[in-house]
């Protein structure tokens, strides 16, 4: 129930690269999904990308699909997203949480299965 703390975000020129990492619980019991959610001035927040390492599963949006990676680095307790090939359009708060549930699909980003939310750290991105 402890909020989450997301790091890495930054102001960077399109095209360059950010990491963002989020400090996990350490033992996080039986949470599936983990995932990315963003929000950008305006407008709604959307979830981004999610992974269920239990299963080998990953989900992307379509507009991050090729440029965007999420993983758990266990050895360091932390969910990270790797955001390669960055445009002005990722500008955003980026947001981790956790869930106990994991849907699977695209519904893996139902932000209404995730209870943990970290602040935030935002992200823009120059043209």
């Known amino acids: 129930q402890v909020r989450l703390v997301e790091s890495g975000g930054g102001t960077v020129q399109a095209g360059r690269s950010l990491n963002l990492s989020c400090v996990l619980p350490l033992y996080i019991g039986q949470i599936n999904c983990m995932g990315w959610f963003r929000q950008s001035s305006g407008k709604e927040r959307e979830g981004v990308a999610a992974?269920?390492?239990?299963?080998?599963?990953?989900y992307y949006i379509d507009s991050v699909k090729g440029r965007f990676t999420i993983s758990q680095d266990k050895a360091k307790n932390t969910l990270r997203l790797q955001m390669n090939s960055l445009k002005p359009e990722d500008t955003a708060m980026y947001y981790c949480?956790?869930?106990?549930?994991?849907?699977?699909?695209?519904?893996?980003?139902?932000?209404?299965?995730?209870?943990?939310w970290g602040q935030g750290t935002q992200v823009t991105v120059s043209s």
């Open positions: 992974i269920y390492p239990g299963a080998g599963f990953e």
């Open positions: 949480a956790l869930s106990r549930y994991c849907a699977n699909g695209r519904y893996a980003l139902d932000q209404t299965q995730y209870s943990s």
